[in-house]
């Protein structure tokens, strides 16, 4: 069965420190794999995708995410992170090309320090 | 334009009452998703439907759910004869349905189920 996995639950780093998600994916054929926010108290909204192409891909508020076919990864980076990036994140597959339905990841919460 | 909105954005409700959640999709997406994120579970996907097709409802946890969509726009979960492990944030979700797999799915707040 598809899975996606997030080894990491919980992250702290320094305002202005680089970021990386780790997510690992479960999926025999080539997946479509999401990385969204949840913001406290907001709903979750999309920061990228990928599904076919160039395996770097860029979102929204400065993130990016590199697609690894041989380690079955799709990590999320930033450069540089903000205070504002504190959040939960959650990685996503869709399982089928014929159906939008999301496999979830547990999810990291990011914490920023100033 | 507005987005997915959910009501109502909190229910508290006694163990073995019925409840309904309400969805109402962005205007003009013809696919529309509920999911369910709990403490213990993360994220489960619950039903999803999809224009006229019959809806995907590998997720319902058991039968005491259920999902219609009315019209191909409001969408209405109910669950019945609730339990205390009901409790969690009901999610909806919608997308153009235009390409299946690779949608970009647009979230609702929520709505939080309280079973007492």
């Known amino acids: 069965a598809q899975s996606v996995t997030q080894p990491d639950i919980h992250i702290t780093v320094s305002e202005g420190a680089s970021l990386e998600l780790r997510c690992n994916y479960s999926?025999?054929?080539?997946?479509?794999l999401f990385w969204y926010v949840q913001s406290p108290g907001q709903g979750l909204q999309l920061l990228l995708k990928y599904f076919s192409g160039d395996t770097l891909v860029q979102g929204i508020k400065g993130f990016e995410a590199e697609f690894k076919r041989s380690q079955s990864s799709f990590n999320l980076r930033k450069p540089s992170v903000h205070w504002s990036d504190a959040a939960e994140y959650f990685c996503a597959v869709a399982p089928s090309s014929n159906t939008g339905k999301l496999i979830f990841g547990q999810g990291t919460t990011l914490q920023v320090k100033p | 334009g507005a987005g997915v909105s959910q009501s109502p954005s909190n229910k508290v409700t006694e163990k073995g009452k019925d409840v309904e959640l309400r969805c109402d999709p962005i205007s003009g997406h013809t696919a529309l998703y509920w999911y369910r994120q709990s403490l213990g579970q993360g994220l489960e996907f619950l039903i999803y439907?999809?224009?006229?097709?019959?809806?995907?409802k590998s997720g319902l946890p058991s039968d005491r759910f259920s999902a219609e969509r009315t019209g191909g726009s409001v969408s209405t979960l109910t669950i019945q004869r609730t339990q205390q492990e009901d409790s969690a944030v009901y999610l909806c979700?919608?997308?153009?349905?235009?390409?299946?797999?690779?949608?970009?799915?647009?979230f609702g707040p929520g709505t939080r189920l309280t079973v007492l």
């Open positions: 999926y025999g054929a080539t997946p479509y």
């Open positions: 439907f999809q224009g006229n097709s019959a809806p995907d």
């Open positions: 979700a919608s997308s153009s349905g235009l390409a299946g797999g690779t949608d970009t799915q647009y």
